[in-house]
């Protein structure tokens, strides 16, 4: 189903694929659980709150519960293990708990878009991805997902000359950042949907683009967008920032440049988990830096 190229970023190896299998399939039975407990009962301190800002209308023709089921056959059917391992996806899980329902922003289409979009009931759940053909395939199989093919300026090979860009281009600075139309600066993520700007996003997951060769978009602007995202979100919640693969150099160094180490709460296996607040509209950032 998925084609050869985005194999080696999108799987996890096979050692315990079933027990991998197992857990997440009991993670989503466990959402469909709580989500029908919260829409029959009436407890305002619910695992599940906020129920006002839940959906009204089915996405695509789509209900949360049929999408939670939809997952589960997924997963418990499959032979492909999604490309974060257990403890890994049960960071994300525990803050979707507890932000549910939410915007949750996710960088990659793949065998475990299902699942993430399955672990956020009643919220909105929106992929990225640079292949249309493989948008098309996976919406195939899974239309309710919301999901847009986009392109990238950067190539991998360009790491750093791109942090020698923006140290030097005013509208990279943390005081300046912006995404939308900011052709300037190369990291920015511009050309995108309007859905992709115009959402304060509570959750981000970079798992994605391709990052393990020199002509490959890499990840590093995603991850400095996630970082101006974050700081200029209305509002004072805290963004909550998912990086995979930091075992790889660049992830590694980006995220210390951008998503900055101070704000790094939790790591494990191949994920770092950030809680980016918004800048502080009262102290200045005259300078590059963001970290």
Known sequence: MKRDDHLRDRQIPADGRGLSLIAIAGLIAGVILISGLVKSGDNSNSLLCSIAK??????????????????????????????????????????????NPCNFLVFGLGYDSLMWDAL?????TLFIEEDQKWVDIVLKGAPNLRAYAVKYRTQLKEAGALLNHYRK????????????????CRLALT???????????????????????????????????????????????????????????????????????????????????FEIPPADKTTSHDGPRFC
């Open 191 to 273: 050309g995108f949907p309007d859905e992709f700007y115009d959402t304060d996003w509570d959750l981000i997951m970079i798992d994605a683009p391709r990052g393990y060769f020199p002509e490959a978009p890499g990840r590093m602007a995603a991850i400095f967008s996630a970082a101006v995202m974050a700081r200029n979100r209305n509002g004072s919640s805290v963004t909550h920032v998912f990086l995979h693969d930091v075992d790889r150099k660049v992830e590694k160094l980006f995220a210390t440049e951008f998503l900055c180490k101070k704000y790094l709460v939790k790591s494990v296996g191949r994920l770092w988990h």
């Open 120 to 124: 956020n009931p009643q919220g909105k």
């Open 54 to 99: 839940s959906r009204s209308q089915p996405i695509n023709g789509f209900s949360d519960m049929e999408t939670q089921l939809r997952a589960l056959v997924h997963y418990a059917t499959s032979k492909i293990t999604p490309q974060q391992n257990y403890g890994e996806i049960s960071v994300t899980f525990d803050v979707l708990k507890k932000r």
């Open 169 to 184: 281009e005013p509208s990279c600075f943390p005081s300046n950042a912006y995404l939308r139309g900011n052709d300037r």
